[in-house]
């Protein structure tokens, strides 16, 4: 499977047959790989934890070690019933009740939905998650702002419209980060941008809570960094974009505020930016 280096045969001369010759670490790889075995653990998690680690792995290991540890297999064709069913199984551990709770808490204190219970609008916001994973969309601005508010995002301190704003901006940039579109980035991102990611997610990580780093598994939390390195992967390629836009734009020809001013929803689609004066630089700002 790629964990340990193949051999290399040659011959010793004419008549005295070949001989298989190892890298000289290998022996400590083999330690390496030993001491993460464990009885029934799929393979795919030991080559991840060793690529987390910096050991130098085939190519194309990586790439099936990704795509196992990212597929999403849905028991069915309906996103909201795949989602409502992956809740299920999530709140039948005790991990996944705890998370709830803490999502609970979230959506009282913000005052979305005062006239809900705050655990069923806590399932509520688990199961939008679970959608967007799946690379669905919520049905709803109002929903998108419950998923924002039971994360912890102080969307209720906006006015309602900018709650609407930022909820559909917020819920398009989450969409690119679906299952699916980080699957794609792992089996086409160089192997090196996705191990330079792994540090960075790290670090990030330190910065989550320690009430809600508690809640994770401590083998999948072990693997978080190399797990998650695919999103920072997507993010500077989200970010390229943006700048690419902004530059080609700055060198485009100005264009009138009639023909420039979108009026759409934010999307992740390229949108044009209106040229200089005093009025729309006011407006760009705002936005």
Request: hydrophobic share 45%; with cysteine.
């Amino acid at each position: 499977m790629g964990l340990i280096p193949r051999g290399r045969r040659h011959s010793l001369g004419r008549g005295r047959g070949t001989e298989v010759v190892y890298p000289d670490d290998m022996v400590e790889r083999c330690r390496q790989v030993a001491e993460r075995m464990r009885r029934g653990q799929p393979w795919q998690m030991v080559a991840l934890s060793l690529f987390a680690a910096g050991v130098d792995l085939p190519e194309e290991t990586v790439r099936i070690a990704y795509r196992w540890a990212l597929r999403v297999e849905a028991p069915t064709d309906d996103e909201l019933e795949a989602a409502e069913d992956g809740v299920g199984q999530l709140l039948s551990t005790a991990a996944g009740r705890r998370l709830q709770t803490q999502v609970a808490v979230h959506v009282k204190r913000s005052g979305v939905a005062p006239n809900e219970s705050p655990a069923s609008v806590a399932r509520s916001v688990l199961t939008n998650l679970f959608v967007i994973n799946l690379g669905g969309e919520v049905a709803s601005d109002e929903a998108m702002i419950e998923v924002l508010a039971g994360m912890g995002l102080p969307i209720t301190e906006l006015p309602p419209e900018g709650r609407v704003e930022a909820a559909r901006l917020i819920g398009s940039v989450m969409s690119a980060f679906s299952a699916h579109e980080l699957a794609d980035v792992a089996g086409t991102a160089p192997v090196e941008e996705l191990r330079s990611a792994v540090p960075v997610v790290a670090q990030v990580l330190e910065m989550v809570p320690a009430e809600l780093r508690a809640l994770v598994p401590r083998p999948v939390a072990e693997l978080l960094p190399v797990l998650l390195a695919p999103m920072v992967v997507q993010a500077h390629r989200l970010e390229a974009d943006v700048v690419a836009d902004v530059v080609a734009h700055t060198r485009a020809p100005e264009r009138s505020v009639a023909s420039s001013a979108s009026q759409r929803p934010a999307t992740m689609d390229r949108m044009l930016v209106p040229g200089p004066s005093e009025h729309q630089e006011r407006e760009e700002r705002s936005a």
